[in-house]
């Protein structure tokens, strides 16, 4: 109750409160009336391609966010976040694989097509469970952050930092692409998951479906912000920025700053693989390219173009970024890749606190103008 | 390196000293063959107040590294509480353990206000389910308060410690000592780059806090004046060992420490 009456008082809180409740009505009602209630024809009409672009923003938008709660707020750079959002995004995958039954190519209710295609006999041991949605989903979370609590103990045990960090979890992503590449591995090689039917019985191709997984994902992206919001409002979220601080100093005082980054890693690695999980069968398609090493940088560039170590900057810098990616793939591909290194150098040496420490810099300088 | 059959050896029946806080054994600390600390010896008791001295280098802050985990001996023992092997323990475990430390350089959260810099400090239960689920009580608040007035910071608690002043920062340092309420303080330097009123007032605060049975003290110092305010026994440090111990006018006599800090 204390705890309640504490979160709605102060002007932060109020601040923090009316965004989320202009981010809800904005995706929510805004988008999904745009979208069903005008005629096509219209001016402001948000046609269905739209609504599932905007629902792969918001997956990345949740992969921000969980980008952030461990390296805006606790320091650790990881780059190899892509890995648990591919993860996720393999888990619910194996799912809608079985979920197809009898309906592929090969008509083969036990198998499908491409263990089909491999002439393998049967279900490999580490697909068993994964027609019952309940089990998918739990490894969703479970894959992701088993992998994250192993790989984070042995290296933040080791004390393994900084820029070496980054290189390991580099290691790591590319590892797993190498892996899953391999036909042998049992998923789907190089073409990867793909011809989905449907999930837990909704026709995939159907825009009441993708309508549903929009608005899911938007729910889902509401629960990411309250739950960073409590950690990091948390007394641990300020062990955690003084972890990003004064990493030693920290563990003077008695805190362990092994288990601080290994809950915020973990924890974070969870929320990639959720976005990972909403994000499949909107795209319709898993394959291992999802683990590239550069996939997870572009995630620390969305973060930082939006603003570290603030609530809503991943948000803006997933949004602002990738659709200027998908604007800039469709008008000038080849160009992609050296607007992308451009925006980085230009956030890192200018906009240290990315479009969020924009607009606060502006504002403020607008009201010191109106004092005058 | 380490004797093998040593490291077996389970601690605490090998090895005790009864009626000490701190047990510091023969302890060697080398940097690229550099010895830092060359079989360092030193006993505190229970309750004391302890001055350290020493020229530039003679391995002060290498003797506090060694204490609270930091720095790993090549050999020797260090013992608090006359039986817990410390040279085993990691940073975060010798601080539960009970023992505190002020930096020599003020080392304070620089984006974390003056009021959550203390927070932090807080004894309490601090791993990281209990952090995440910790709610500050009013008898903590209390506490806080308290501190926050000892070291003259009470009209700042909202202000981010970066933005406080060179004094500031060591005062709110001190504050967070406090906080802790650890039974062996080490204080590295407390008073480089006070004003005289200000360290005059941190050596009423650490007699203040000796008066305690229940602190056991160690300061290192270069400012005699502080230290003569101490009024403390003083232990003179050199090329990692101890050179002398005693009061500050005996030692002030001693003709090695003479020739150490003027002969050169
Ligand atoms: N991490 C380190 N690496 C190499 N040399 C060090 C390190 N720490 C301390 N030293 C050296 O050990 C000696 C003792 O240093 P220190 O304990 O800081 O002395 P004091 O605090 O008495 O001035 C110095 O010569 C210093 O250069
Ligand atoms: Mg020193």
Known sequence: MHSLSHLFLNPGDRRFWAGFTALGVLFLLLVPALNLLLPADSALHVPNYMVTLIGKYLCYAILAMAMNLVWGYCGVLSLGHGAFFALGGYAIGMYMMRSIGARGVYGNADLPDFMVFLNWKELPWYWLGFDHFWFAALMVMAIPGALAFVFGWLAFRSRINGVYLSIVTQAMTYALMLAFFRNEMGFGGNNGLTDFKDILGFDLSQDATKMGLYLLTTLVLGATFLLVRFVTASKLGRVMMAVRDAESRVRFLGYSVTGVKLFAFTLSAVLAGIAGALYVPQVGIINPSEFSPANSIEIAIWVAVGGRGTLLGPVLGAFAVNGAKTWLTGAAPELWLFALGALFILVTLALPKGLVGLWAGLRARVTEKSND | ?264
């Open chain 2, 1 to 264: 390196m380490t004797d093998d059959t040593l490291m077996d050896q389970p601690h605490g029946p090998g090895i005790a000293a009864p009626g000490t806080i701190l047990y510091v054994d023969s302890v060697t600390v080398s940097f690229d063959g550099f010895r830092a600390l060359n079989e360092l010896s030193l006993v505190i008791e229970p309750g004391e107040l302890r001055t350290i001295i020493g020229p530039n280098g003679a391995g002060k802050t290498t003797m506090m590294d060694v204490i609270t985990g930091k720095t790993r001996p090549d050999q020797g023992d260090v013992l608090f509480d006359g039986h817990v092997d410390l040279t085993k323990m990691t940073e975060d475990q010798i601080a539960n353990l009970g023992i505190g430390r002020k930096f020599q350089k003020p080392t304070v959260f620089e984006h974390l206000t003056v009021f959550e810099n203390l927070e932090l400090a807080l004894k309490c239960k601090r791993d990281t389910l209990s952090t995440l689920l910790f709610r500050l009580s009013g008898e903590q608040q209390h506490r806080i308060d308290q501190v926050l007035g000892t070291v003259g910071l009470k009209d700042k608690p909202r202000m981010l410690a970066g933005a406080l002043s060179h004094g500031q920062k060591q005062w709110l340092e001190i504050g967070m000592l406090l906080m802790q309420d650890q039974r062996l303080l080490l204080l590295d330097e407390p008073v480089a780059g006070m004003t005289d009123a200000e360290t005059e007032a941190t050596a009423e605060l650490i007699l203040d806090l000796h008066k305690d049975p229940h602190h056991s003290l160690v300061v290192v110092e270069h400012d005699m004046e502080f230290v003569r305010a101490l009024g403390a026994r003083v232990t003179v440090l050199h090329e990692g060992s101890v050179l002398a111990e005693g009061s500050l006018d005996a030692v002030q006599a001693n003709a090695k420490v003479v020739e150490v800090y003027l002969g050169r």
